[in-house]
């Protein structure tokens, strides 16, 4: 109870601020107390989503965001899902943690990819949903948001995983190429660069992302194998 009244309290000077800076940092931080109330004390749950749906009715946006944490924290996870389309509908300011919280829901992506086309974590986040079950989707929704991110390396390599378990392996070897000269921040576009290009009988070459491999990976025993076995 002494973290309900903490909450309301915060509430209630962000009301007497007004729509100031100060007012809104309290507004925040006493809507995130209230969510905590709401999740630890049976009591004060209803409160908390009794105030937040007066909120949302009133136009804050943030409020939608509460009732869709308040939701994910009481495991309703139906509920959650339904405001937080509700919310990407009106801003696109959840996305970033939505695609880490579901990163395999194909709705959220689904809905996130229709209301921001333009959105690059967008398209990628639908391109990772559907590359289980349809690859050739998955690498045109990749080529699509690479185009707007050409500098992602890590990208890159995913979009050779995806062209190499498809069968293309020319451009898999080019995606894998691009993330490598990119420094891919561990994607490994270098090392899987090597192999392919080994695999498809191209030695001078794979010795070279095998050496590009180490300059990233100083001591890096797997390419310093296969350096071996190329007789470099």
Same mark, same amino acid.
Request: proline share 4%; net charge positive.
């Given at each position: ?27 925040? *931080? ?5 969510? *905590? /109330? ?16 007066? /909120? ?45 919280? @579901? ?29 289980? *079950? ?7 929704? @990749? ?7 050409? &500098?992602?390396?890590? *990208? ?6 995806? @062209? ?7 451009? /898999? ?36 992302? @095998?050496?590009?491999?180490?300059? &990233? ?5 797997? /390419? ?9």
């Amino acid at each position: 109870m002494r973290r309900l009244n903490f909450a309301l309290a915060l509430l209630l000077i962000a009301l007497l601020v007004g729509r100031s800076l100060a007012g809104a940092a309290l507004l925040n *931080r006493g809507s995130v107390a209230l969510l *905590r /109330a709401g999740v630890e004390t049976a009591s004060a749950g209803p409160v908390a989503a009794r105030y937040l749906a007066q /909120a949302a009715r009133a136009g804050r946006l943030s409020a939608l965001w509460g009732l869709g944490m308040l939701a994910h924290w009481q495991g309703d996870e139906s509920r959650s899902r339904r405001l937080w389309r509700q919310q990407l509908a009106r801003i696109p300011a959840p996305l970033p943690f939505l695609h880490i919280l @579901y990163p395999q829901d194909e709705s959220l992506a689904r809905a996130a990819h229709r209301l921001y086309p333009d959105s690059t974590l967008a398209t990628f986040w639908l391109g990772e949903v559907l590359a289980g *079950r349809d690859v050739d989707a998955a690498i045109a929704l @990749y080529v699509q948001a690479l185009a707007r991110s050409p &500098q992602d390396g890590v *990208r890159w390599v995913e979009l050779g995983w995806l @062209y190499r378990h498809n069968g293309q392996a020319q451009k /898999a070897l080019h995606a894998y190429d691009r993330g490598c000269r990119l420094r891919d921040r561990g994607g490994n576009g270098c090392w899987q660069a090597g192999l392919l290009a080994e695999e498809l009988g191209q030695s001078a070459q794979a010795a070279r992302y @095998y050496r590009l491999t180490l300059r &990233q990976i100083p001591g890096y025993t797997p /390419a310093l194998e296969r350096l071996a076995g190329l007789g470099q």
